[in-house]
């Protein structure tokens, strides 16, 4: 009888070692420069947490986000899955988008939940809540039940900001309710947890002024509101406290996501003004105590020596030095937020993607040491699957873009790369490939990107390649001198990213040609090659427009408001119109069709989507639309593609690309006047317009 206590103890032991607890500290904006133990200048920014980190366990120095915004980026740390391959192609979700981790996909906190995890996501989440129920106007219900979300994924436990700091709805959820909810689709009995009334953690009110951008709308609900320079404090308790509440020998996995550094630079008042970067370096300061008070609630519950710690951004930093901002002035200041790489956030260059990661598991991993290998925040699900004993499914399954980086994380000897590959992806959608010294920059945003954005990233939207080894900064285009090196890449990128998942070779996928529609039918009514430029009755607008390669081609446009538009009549009431388009470098093109009866809706084409929306009539405003349809689509930019829209009573249908997307509306009834093809920030060609009817 005497040794079942040995036994038990000894057991408890080996689970302790072999199964740590862990945590995740994904910090959001936060550059590969701006830490001491990143190379950060002292007398600037002090983040003794960060690098006590870095002191007690492993630092790698070739740690890269997936994408250059947070997003995408999530999505890879929780699914081991290269966002991209999903319908997020570009930028970020909102706050008004759908859960984007579908609830049968295996992630971080599903894995660990079967292994006798408890699970527990606190901070920033940023992925969405609820499900698209395919209507034309859904969006997150804030006054209702926020499901599915976190919970419905593996969490136990969830107290976040829903998408960023200073987002517009200014609340916290916990689980599956906005925190506080006083009123709105409450179930009948349900109370809902909320603050004392002199909480200092919140307020009642939220404005403009309290949102990243100083000008949103507040969504109005019926709850407490945040008080943004006690965001932090608050969310840094809240894991602390989770951390206290775990009972000694379950394990459990903390997904803490901090809202700093992000925009509004908010930091708690009796931390402000104590860096010489500014506001910026305060708000650095924020986030290194918030480390701190995590590692002081491991401590202090004793669990730190079988506690694995993973400290990482989401992407780099915000590196705008044209524009006035807390981050210029702390870049003025001497602060190198992102080292010497170029580019930050948003950009397809090493700075937006190249972030510290630390990790420490003092049982395992030898304390003071360094990590020049290659690895992905992506990888962090397949490490996680090894330390459990978990075999991963199959890569077209799951875990897709996810390799185990546990022999880098232990310093294994003599252990292989953990990759010899990896992709990252800009929030314009631009992919780039990193093998070996090499980094290759495909150069093509996706088509429906704002003009704004061409033109501030317009070095980024061409192919380029850079030893990255011998020229970190990316100072010099050596594609001319590699050709071999270009043609390699190039391939890979097309095989890894048409084959579905990266982490084996997937087979090449053979593109078939798309179905082609069928032959138009009816009687001719209009025939307009655009082997020439129109003459009355059409009309050209807003830019030069010009013929070459058999099809009309306008120039771009100089505001991102008012569009090129090519104008004719549609002497129709029900009938067909059809026409050939490419994309090519706009944004969006849209198809304005105007009745008799002085009404008008128009159809919108983009290299994601395709919509059909009645347009306010005169002397509404503009915001008073009424959407009638809307479909995802793929539509490759550089393809002619045939446009065909169909009226038959008041139903349209569209077809484009495979897609089709049918509305109904009374206006659609009238007779025909006018229609506008209109091209919105880039170029479009057109060619072989037909009506029939």
Known sequence: MRFLPLLALFASAAFAADTPNIVIILADDYGYGSAGCYGADGKLVQTPNIDRLAKEGRRFTDA?????????????????????RTSLTHEVLGTFSPLHIETTRLNM????????????????????????????????????????????????????????????????????????????????????????????????????????????????????????????????????????????????????????????????????????????????????????????????????????????????????????????????????????????????????????????????????????????????????????GEKLPAAATAAEDSFNALPAFLGTQDAAPTRDHMFIHSSDGVFAIRKGPWKWIEGIPVSDIKLGARKAHATQFKPQLYNVKEDPAETTDVSAQNPEVVKELSALVNRYRDGGYSRELPPIVEKKPQAALPALSGSPVLAQAFKALPVKPWTLTRGAW???????????????????????????????LQYDMKLHTAGRHSLRIHTAGKHSFRLVVSSTVLEITKNPDQGQDKSQTEPLARQKIKLNAEDWQTLRITFKGDQVTAQIAGVTATGKHPVIAEAKEQVNLIVFDGESGFKNLQVVK
Not at 70 to 78: A, E, G, L
Not at 287 to 309: E, P, Y
């Open 64 to 84: 890269n986000t997936t994408s250059s915004v947070c997003s995408p980026t999530r999505y890879s740390v929780m699914t081991g899955r290269y966002c991209w």
């Open 109 to 388: 906190a599903s894995l660990l939940k079967k292994h006798g995890y408890q699970t527990a996501a606190i901070g920033k989440w940023h992925l969405g809540y609820g499900t698209d129920d395919g209507s034309l106007k859904w969006r997150t219900d804030y006054t209702a039940e926020l499901s599915p979300g976190p919970l419905d994924i593996g969490f136990d436990y969830h107290f976040g900001v829903p998408s960023n700091h200073g987002d517009l709805t200014g609340v916290f959820v916990e689980n599956r309710f906005v925190y506080g909810l006083r009123s709105g689709k409450i179930p009948a009995g349900m109370k809902l947890h909320g603050p004392d009334s002199d909480d200092p953690n919140f307020k009642a009110t939220y404005g403009p002024e309290d949102t990243e951008g100083g000008k949103a709308t507040i969504l109005d609900l019926d709850a407490p509101r945040r008080v943004n320079e006690r965001v932090m404090p608050l969310l840094t308790t809240k894991a602390a406290e989770w951390i206290t509440q775990q009972k000694k020998g379950t394990p459990f996995f903390l997904y803490y996501t901090p809202v700093a550094v992000h925009n509004p630079v908010t930091p708690e008042k009796d931390i402000a003004g104590q860096s010489k970067a500014g506001p910026y370096g305060d708000w650095i300061l924020e986030l290194d105590r918030s480390v701190g008070g995590v590692l002081k609630a491991l401590d202090d519950k004793g669990i730190a020596q079988d506690t694995l710690v993973i400290f990482t951004s989401d992407n780099g930093g915000v590196f705008t030095p044209t524009r006035d901002t807390v981050q210029t002035q702390a870049f003025k200041a001497g602060l190198k937020v992102n080292a010497g790489l170029r580019g930050g956030k948003h950009d397809v260059w090493e700075g937006g993607f190249k972030v510290p990661f630390i990790t420490r598991w003092p049982a395992k991993i030898p304390a003071g040491t360094e990590c020049n290998d290659m690895i992905s925040v992506a990888d962090i699900l397949a490490t996680t699957a090894a330390i459990v």
């Open 546 to 576: 010009q013929v070459h390669d058999d099809a009309i081609w306008n120039p771009a446009p100089k505001t991102e408001e008012q569009g090129a538009t090519l104008t004719g009549p549609l002497p129709i009431t029900d009938g067909t």
